[in-house]
DNA sequence: AAGAGTTTCAACCGCCGTTCA
DNA sequence: GTGAACGGCGGTTGAAACTCT
């Protein structure tokens, strides 16, 4: 599998120089005199120069979708932020330590969620397996096509579920398990929105 | 007012995967 | 097929700004 150039889903050129494009970066270095090298011009363009950057604090729904991602993908903080538009890596893996470091600060988050309602209702945790078939149910109709391709493993639906609360990795899907994983960022907000889902459903079936 | 301590964030570093000659 | 160059990433650094005493 080839990762798609960063050139192309940006709409710049790619592949070998030209003649003329050799003389407009010569030329431009001679009369401007930057003495920078290529990677160090790239880091600035994007994580400061670019137009679409979002300047400024983040908002509460970006927050928020920060301590989520960071949880469903660990420290892959571009991935995090290929879902927040206009934010850089460096903006989100910088204040990290503020944002979701600390339990005080997870646990404030997980009390928000649904699942976390029930927690702080004092409920015990709802049926695992009743919840988890719930979840399975969910991957098998919408994401078939994502799980066969991908590979889903034990450990990202103990890091998953371990979103909800109320589920374990008792009984995952047999046709995840064993074969390995690795969210592509596309598919961020279905598991999120499964994630979510498996929280409502245990409210669901508290009820 | 000023020095110490803390926080913020842009920039750098080094590694790894991809591209290209 | 191969090696150098490049691009992208996560982790780290350090200077500036801010707060506290």
């Not at 049926?127 to 994401?143: D, G, M, N």
């Not at 995840?176 to 598919?187: H, L, M, R, V, Y």
Request: proline letters at 5%.
């Amino acid at each position: 599998m080839v990762r798609a150039p960063c050139c192309d889903k940006m709409g710049m050129k790619k592949g070998p120089w030209t003649e003329e494009e050799d003389q407009i970066l010569v030329s431009y270095i001679q009369t401007h005199g930057l003495m920078r090298c290529g990677k160090s011009c790239r880091l600035r363009w994007m994580n400061y120069l670019r137009p679409d950057i979002k300047r400024g604090n983040f908002s509460e729904e970006e927050e928020e979708a920060i301590i989520s991602l960071h949880q469903l993908l660990g420290n892959r903080w571009s991935a995090i932020a290929a879902r927040l538009p206009g934010r850089t890596d460096n903006e989100i893996k910088n204040p990290k330590e503020k944002k979701a470091s600390t339990e005080a600060d997870l646990e404030s988050f997980f009390l928000r969620t649904s699942a976390g309602a029930e927690r702080r209702a004092g409920n015990p945790p709802t049926s695992p397996r009743q919840s988890c078939s719930e979840v399975s149910s969910l991957t098998a109709t919408t994401a078939g096509e994502s799980a066969g391709t991908n590979g889903i493993n034990e450990s990202f639906w103990e890091d998953a579920l371990a979103m909800d609360g109320s589920v374990t990795s008792m009984d995952f899907p047999s046709e995840f398990q064993g074969s390995s994983f690795s969210p592509e960022e596309d598919d961020v907000d279905f598991w999120l929105n499964v994630l979510r889902d498996a929280g409502d459903m245990s409210e669901m079936l508290a009820s």
